[in-house]
């Protein structure tokens, strides 16, 4: 084979383009990887705001099952890399961060924006590594890549030095390297048949069943399977926040999301005692964290728990449980096999009363919060916007939600049904999250409508980003629930101490003209009778441009948590 003469830029570009990449999101540097790249076809999405390229990253991977890029400039825009790799870490989803470092020469002298970057970063990747040989530069990626994708998904940060990727000497290159690593889970296993055998068997002799899926459902591809398991075997199947979707929440069996939400108004505030008197749960890609469970206190202290994950440290963190460790998607086809080796009669038996109890449930929701789904007041409701959105949003649409307040409405009002796909920050839940998101889920889901739903507070932290979305053709509804305050700080200080800091109030704000300021379409909500055609003419106009809906809700609209429910404030409506 005769030797190719490339630059050290445009190797690394080539390993990038070789690993799938599409899409690198930055802010030009390193110069040099990202010209090289650009010329092989790889897009820059230049974003505005430096913490914002990783959470349309992780929304970007998420949506497509691919391994994305983000790149940063040594010093402060590294440091900019931190919340979104922290989610990512906390949550499961994979990056690769490309980031600039000195020149090898300079270290350690004090150069311009010299920053400890493997200490930077040390409590948010799974694998930091600088290129210190140009020779290895192939290798290098391709670890990078293996990182983020294998095991528990995370990030990787690959530090380049400035010396080595600016060289501008092209030398003969015969690299051996073919495979594409750029995909997620790039390896799957399955557990000991033996422990296969021992959860189908308690699966199909308990009293009363559980399965309570989370996202490592979708970061296995596992949807298919944990469907059939609840057809198959009539289990009854709740998720968290980021398992809402892994089941069709109009099937009969489907429990809805649970956790720290299930007060006042929740789609599953009657589910509590199905849930509570389970006596064999069935833990699939949970980490049965504290919101999930209530601080504990959600799930039942004497039940039996089997637990599917990729990571073994989430095996027993909470629940001691018979250990599968494996990829969902293949330990559930497992499963599934395994139990239609045994008698199934039981789980048949039992169909008819869990649909029941499940029906009885929604019923009493449906009654329970038939007042605010058809409140008249101005400012308006929330969940009377949420109830025509309900109406309105596409079968296909994915629904994306910032932290706070907004995941909370969307998981409790939208229905998970058809091809809807949901998404929400769930790592560390950090504010404005959301609209990025939905950048990232229109760049890996061109042909698919992208909603997002976002408060005041969150949307501020990004709404630099609409500019990018003109410029970009990222087009996407980011709509936003303007009731002046920080809501969940609010509540969280009158529940903890009584009274509130100032900083729960922010002035109004007129989204709509800033999204005009942009070149971009803003429409607002002001009484109800505005709802139904505002939101036509978004789903319409987003078609050819992103759209911002300024919201004028209720200041004290009551979401469903319990700890609201204990305060009975006289301003809660």
């Known amino acids: 084979m005769q030797a190719k003469e490339l630059t050290n830029a445009e190797r690394f570009a080539r390993a990038l383009k070789r690993n799938g990449v599409e899409f690198i999101f930055g802010q030009s540097n390193p110069t040099k990887i990202m010209l090289a790249a650009m010329e092989l076809g790889i897009r820059q999405i230049g974003f505005r705001q430096e913490n914002t390229g990783t959470y349309m990253a992780q929304a970007y991977a998420m949506a497509s099952g691919k391994i994305p890029c983000v790149a940063a400039q040594n010093g402060p825009a590294a440091t900019l890399l931190v919340p979104g790799l922290c989610e990512d870490y906390k949550a499961g989803h994979p990056v690769v961060a490309i980031v600039q470092e000195v020149p090898l020469h300079d270290a350690e002298k004090n150069a311009f924006q010299e920053l400890d970057h493997e200490k930077l970063f040390e409590g948010c990747a799974k694998w930091i590594k600088k290129i210190y040989s140009q020779d290895r530069i192939e290798d290098y990626v391709d670890m990078a890549f293996t990182a983020a994708a294998s095991g528990k998904p995370g990030p990787a940060v690959l530090l380049c030095p400035q010396d080595i990727f600016n060289d501008k000497t092209a030398r003969p290159v015969v690299s051996p390297r073919k495979a594409s690593l750029g995909h997620y889970p790039l390896d799957r296993m399955v557990p000991a048949q033996s422990a296969i055998q021992e959860a189908a068997k308690l699966l199909l002799n308990a009293e009363n069943p559980l399965v309570y899926a989370g996202g490592g459902i979708f970061f296995s591809r596992a949807v298919d399977e944990i469907r059939e398991l609840q057809d198959a075997f009539c289990l009854p199947v709740a998720t968290t926040t980021m398992g809402k979707g892994a089941v069709d929440e109009t099937n009969p069996l489907s429990v809805g999301v ?316």
Request: proline share 4%; charged share 25%.
């Open 258 to 573: 649970i956790g720290y939400y299930m007060g006042h108004r929740s789609a599953t505030k009657f589910m509590k005692p199905l849930v509570q008197r389970s006596d064999v749960v069935l833990l699939v890609g949970n980490r049965t964290n504290q919101n999930g469970t209530d601080t504990w206190t959600l799930l039942p202290e004497d039940a039996t728990y089997i637990h599917i994950d990729i990571d073994p440290m989430e095996i027993g963190r909470n629940y001691e449980a018979i250990r599968l460790l494996g990829d969902a998607k293949l330990t559930l086809r497992a499963l599934i096999d395994e139990m239609k080796k045994g008698n199934a009669a039981k789980r048949q038996a039992k169909k008819a009363e869990i649909a029941a109890e499940i029906a009885d449930g929604r019923a009493r929701h449906q009654e329970e919060i038939k007042d605010v789904m058809c409140s008249q007041i101005s400012p308006i409701r929330i969940e009377r916007f949420m109830a025509e959105l309900e109406r309105q949003v596409a079968d296909d649409c994915m629904v994306v939600a910032d932290a706070s307040f907004s995941s909370i409405w969307n998981a409790n009002y939208i229905t998970a049904k058809a091809d809807r796909e949901f998404y929400f920050p769930r790592g560390l839940a950090g504010l404005g999250w959301g609209f990025p998101m939905a950048m990232g889920c229109k760049l890996a889901s061109p042909e698919k409508p992208v909603f997002s739903l976002s408060g005041d507070g969150g949307f501020a932290h990004t709404w630099s980003e609409l500019e990018t979305c003109k410029r970009e053709g990222i087009n996407v509804i980011a709509a936003v629930i303007n009731n002046k305050i920080l809501g969940y700080q609010y509540y969280a200080e009158k529940f903890k101490f009584g009274e509130v800091t100032n900083a729960v109030w922010i002035d109004t704000v007129d989204y709509a003209k800033i999204a005009e300021s942009c070149g971009l379409k803003g429409l607002t909500i002001r009484t109800v009778e505005d709802i139904k055609p505002v939101l036509e003419e978004a789903f319409e106009a987003v078609k050819t441009e992103t759209v911002v809906i300024d919201i004028k809700t209720e200041t004290f609209c009551q979401p469903p948590l319990p700890m609201i429910d204990t305060l009975k404030l006289a301003e809660l409506v």
